[in-house]
């Protein structure tokens, strides 16, 4: 998704990957965490945002878009203009994750745990100020297209 934002012009991260935006941590701690191997225990672990680095990322442009799922967001949503909340069902969700290049979700209870985790999550992100629900679904230029369709793009 991100590299698609960035292909047509815009500053988009996928903070997930970046090391000084986001990183795992021990629950009871805060204490950084290396990664264990799959599946992970989140009861013991979080995967969180550190400030610094994501107040860099939304100041490197008018227009930015930062994907990520991180266990602290509500804590940054006053950051944002918008929250953009990707729907999908589960069945959407199993293939997309299991075409991924990324190893997390391919372990049988880690993506166990993703499933039953998704609609929480997504009527948890939904309470997010500014929430704008885009069906995940359809399309990536679709996708993309509903995005910057609430988007100003003036500034990009």
Avoid: C
């Amino acid at each position: 998704m991100t590299l698609a934002l960035a292909d047509r012009g815009f500053k988009a991260y996928d903070s997930e990957s970046m090391k000084g935006v986001t990183r795992l941590e021990y629950k009871a701690t805060g204490e950084p965490a290396d990664w264990p191997e799959a599946p992970i225990n989140w009861d013991i672990y979080d995967f969180v945002w550190q400030e610094d680095g994501l107040r860099k990322l939304i100041a490197s442009a008018d227009v930015v878009f930062i994907g990520a799922s991180v266990g602290n967001q509500e804590k940054f949503y006053f950051l944002f203009d918008k929250v953009f909340v990707l729907t999908l069902d589960n069945q959407h969700l199993k293939a997309r994750l299991a075409s991924r290049d990324k190893s997390f979700g391919k372990h049988p209870e880690e993506l166990a745990g993703i499933l039953a985790y998704n609609v929480e999550q997504q009527n948890k992100y939904m309470s997010a100020p500014y929430a704008v629900t885009i069906d995940a679904s359809r399309s990536l230029d679709q996708i993309i297209d509903n995005i910057l369709g609430h988007v100003n793009t003036a500034g990009k």
